[in-house]
């Protein structure tokens, strides 16, 4: 195909200009030998740019970018965690209130839970994923495995706050379940795994978690780590005082006491 006078001063060395749908094109081209042809083969490879007789030749977007310098781009993920934090909007304020007074980073303890419900990832795993997230340069926090296992024990430590979170979601009147779950643990760094009472009737080294969940919210709304050797019925009254719900009542079979 032949092309005007003032297209040909466009045309570089391995380039190839191609006219299509009214507009015409510059293409890089590559040579390679084909063993099957048994000669040299053209290959046309990315999209340089348009060219018009006005403008002359005009960048494509995409090879703007291929030329911009190695580590000014980051791309990033938003949808996920945007829809993560948009039905949590009220849960996060709550966060923020409980640990204001705090030297706990209640973002860290947010972008934990966001990256361990999205890509079940393990705690050596959630700095990366992080990075890749939009939100890692809007809060400027970093979840480096060191960080996270600090980030755990400060947590643990942190019952006053842990407390001043579930308080703030409403139970008056709410109708509630509470329910004791049983964990196996062979762990001698746990303080709380003594030796229990298990329901297959044997005793095993076991920890308790005791919860409170709300039907309405369809969450819990307290829990508390119990010692495997204490049974439920004596750390129950506690876990309600603890709790701060208020009239309660207790609806429960005869086997419980």
Not at 9 to 29: A, D, H, M, V
Not at 36 to 48: D, V
Not at 119 to 129: E, G, L, R, T
Not at 193 to 211: C, H, I
């Amino acid at each position: 195909m032949s092309f005007p006078d003032w297209i040909e001063k466009f045309r570089k060395p391995k380039t190839e200009i191609r006219f299509l749908n009214g507009q015409y094109y510059i293409y890089s081209i590559s040579y390679k030998y084909s063993a099957e042809l048994k000669r040299t083969k053209k290959i046309t490879g990315k999209l340089l740019g348009k060219i018009t007789e006005n403008d002359g030749f005009i960048q494509s977007q995409k090879d703007k970018l291929r030329d911009m310098p190695h580590g000014s781009i980051h791309v990033a993920e938003f949808g996920v965690y945007e829809l993560f934090l948009s039905h949590m909007e009220k849960e996060t304020k709550y966060l923020e209130k409980a640990f204001a007074d705090s030297y706990i980073d209640w973002k860290q303890i947010i972008a934990m839970a966001m990256i361990r419900f999205i890509y079940q990832s393990p705690i050596k795993m959630m700095d990366f994923h992080w990075y890749n997230s939009y939100f890692h340069t809007q809060w400027g926090i970093s979840l480096s495995d060191k960080q996270i296992s600090a980030l755990l024990r400060e947590l643990g430590d942190s019952r006053d706050n842990i407390l001043a979170y579930f308080r703030q979601f409403s139970t008056v009147g709410a109708h509630l379940l509470i329910d004791t779950t049983n964990i196996p643990s062979r762990s001698t760094k746990i303080e709380s795994v003594r030796l229990g009472y298990s329901r297959d009737m044997s005793f095993t080294p076991q920890t308790n978690l005791f919860f409170i969940f709300s039907l309405e919210l369809q969450m819990p709304v307290y829990y508390r780590v119990v010692p495997g050797n204490i049974r439920d019925v004596k750390s129950f009254t506690l876990s309600l005082q603890e709790s701060g719900i208020p009239n309660v009542v207790i609806v429960a079979d005869k086997g419980f006491h």
